[in-house]
């Protein structure tokens, strides 16, 4: 079976895109993705949206860019047969240390709840998947470097078992996110195969840079 990739979703501290429509959507210098216009992305009320950390911010901003990339809609009570796998540069650990730091703040007694939801790596995720009525299996991938080719891979073998129809694949962090729509249907017009995608992740890079090669790399077909 042929993986292909069918929407490309990325944010970063200056920029909000998606790869296969073109999309590049400045942010106000200095205040990053809490300026984007919700309204734009969200089609309806994410309410959890103000509370969440950063990351999980980041990461449901960039699968409803990937989702809208490659064609799909999400509406309230609709469930997708849609999973993800993501990975991070640093896992949970800015909202661990938030955690921690308030519950010495209280008098080593008690902490804010709603810290305490995001001191798991795969929250951001559970977030999205509610939030997108996504069925799918939920991983959050490790591994020594962080890089997005494991849960690119480990999506693909989902998509190829049956588990899930499409997979959701990338990164988060604090300043940037990419995440990739996956699935194993040959019809349509996607953007490329996974198979074009793993090289050009492997070379390393910041998101910029690697947008920057999918994007040459789509266009010359």
């Known amino acids: 079976m042929t993986v292909s990739v069918r929407g490309i979703g990325w944010v970063t501290k200056t920029a909000v895109g998606s790869v296969g429509r073109g999309l590049n959507m400045p942010l106000e210098m200095e205040e990053g ?13 994410f309410r959890n949206f103000g509370r969440m950390d950063g990351i999980s911010r980041m990461t449901a ?29 640093e896992g949970s650990l800015s909202s661990d240390l938030a955690y921690f730091m308030d519950y010495l703040e209280n008098g080593r007694r008690l902490s804010r709840g709603n810290l ?18 996504l069925t799918g299996p939920l991983l959050y991938v490790t591994g020594t ?35 990739f729509l996956l699935d194993g249907d040959d019809g349509g017009n996607p953007l490329c195969s996974l198979a074009d995608i793993l090289p050009l992740v492997d070379a390393g890079g910041d998101t910029t840079e690697l947008l920057h090669r999918i994007s040459l790399k789509i266009r010359k077909g």
């Open 33 to 45: 993705i809490r300026t984007i216009p919700k309204g734009e992305i969200f089609p309806y009320p």
């Open 61 to 89: 901003c960039a699968i409803a860019l990937a989702l809208q990339d490659a064609g799909l809609g999400f509406s309230p009570g609709n469930k997708q047969d849609t999973g993800i796998a993501g990975t991070g540069p």
């Open 116 to 133: 305490f939801v995001y001191t798991l790596p795969s929250s951001p995720l559970g977030e999205s998947a509610i939030y997108f009525g």
């Open 145 to 179: 470097d962080g890089s997005i080719a494991r849960p690119l891979e480990v999506a693909a073998g989902i998509v190829r078992s049956g588990e899930a129809g499409r997979m959701l694949a990338g990164s988060a962090g604090e300043e940037e996110a990419v995440y």
